[in-house]
Nanobody, 124 residues
Framework: QVQLVESGGGLVKTGDSLILSCANS????????MAWFRQAPGKEREFVAA????????AYADSVKGRFSISRDNAKNVMYLQMDSLTPEDTALYYC?????????????????WGQGTQVTVSS
């Protein structure tokens, strides 16, 4: 059984940086896609970034492109999200997600497993 656990969230100021981590415990699949989504209060869950198994295919939401960077360490079963130049608009609950497919996707429905989320709050 896949279990995803996010960490690294917190309260920061505009312009600060954070690194989120997502650890995949339980059954380790040979290949899978991982992604970050976020959800702000009163808003729908939105795609942030995704990365395939080999890390040679990534995707980013336009709102974070150039500021966020997704990576993964398959040996450790961990995925990361480096977030720079944070703004209050980045405030949300950030979720880690896993898709047993091979193609990077942007829709929540494509992901079979989800973590509980880690809160990121950016003050102005």
């Amino acid at each position: 059984q896949v279990q995803l656990v996010e960490s690294g969230g917190g309260l920061v100021k505009t312009g600060d940086s954070l690194i989120l981590s997502c650890a995949n415990s339980g059954r380790a699949f040979r290949a899978y896609v991982m992604a970050w989504f976020r959800q702000a209060p009163g808003k729908e869950r939105e795609f942030v970034a995704a990365i395939n198994w080999r890390a040679d295919s990534t995707a980013y939401a336009d709102s974070v492109k150039g500021r966020f960077s997704i990576s993964r360490d398959n040996a450790k079963n961990v995925m990361y999200l480096q977030m720079d130049s944070l703004t209050p608009e980045d405030t949300a609950l950030y979720y880690c997600a896993l898709d047993l497919g091979v193609k990077v996707g942007r829709r929540p429905i494509e992901y079979e497993y989800w973590g509980q989320g880690t809160q990121v709050t950016v003050s102005s």
